[in-house]
């Protein structure tokens, strides 16, 4: 399906975007990268929207029309990690290879410090076989930072993973 990057848009979640988060929340190709169990009915993504989504200090839907087509979640740290965030996003399947996920990289990163005025440095930890997602913050213009080797388990398996940076000052006309 073709889209307009021009009319992505970041919005909160919401109890209408059921369906929607449902039909790519639900689908293993989006959540095999991602510690989300993958959802399985509609009371479900209503309870995840309730319960997870809309509390949650920063998490946006990626929408088309108003329609949620992916999503977009900080995770801010606290007490001496509050300098620094946790990026990840998934876009619905039929929409890949268009620059969904990175127009909405790119539109979150000044958000995302005007938003979290404490959060210095926002970091992505990418799994060295997801060539996409290495594609999508390198295009947002993060930096490459190492390689992570057996770092953590992501649904009971070890993982190797690319650490990648991007901070406050690294806009292309910051003064800093
Ligand atoms: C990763 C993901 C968000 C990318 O979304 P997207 O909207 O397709 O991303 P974009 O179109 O902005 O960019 C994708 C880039 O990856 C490239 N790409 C896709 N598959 C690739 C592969 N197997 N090998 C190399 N590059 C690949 C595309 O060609 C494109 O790069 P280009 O513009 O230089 O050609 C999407 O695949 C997804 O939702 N995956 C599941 C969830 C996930 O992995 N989230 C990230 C967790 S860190």
Known sequence: MEINLLEITLRPFNLMDADNL???????????????????????????????????????????????????TVFPGSGDDRCKADIGYGVAPKYWGQGVATQAVK????????????VVRLQAFVFVENKASQRVVEKAG????????KYCYIKGVLRDLFVYSFLSTDFPNSQD
Not at 34 to 48: C, G, P, Q, V
Not at 108 to 116: C, E, G, N, R, T
Not at 142 to 149: A, D, I, M, S, V
């Open 22 to 72: 449902l039909s790519y929340a639900g689908d293993d190709q989006v959540t095999r990268n991602l510690r989300w169990k993958t959802l399985t009915s509609k009371d479900e993504a209503l309870t995840f929207i309730k319960d997870v989504c809309i509390p949650h200090p920063w998490r946006r839907s990626i929408c088309i029309n108003n329609r949620s087509i992916g999503f977009i």
């Open 142 to 149: 993060f930096q490459k930072e190492g390689l992570l080797r």
């Open 107 to 118: 539109m979150a990163l000044p958000q995302v410090f005007k938003d979290l005025p404490e």
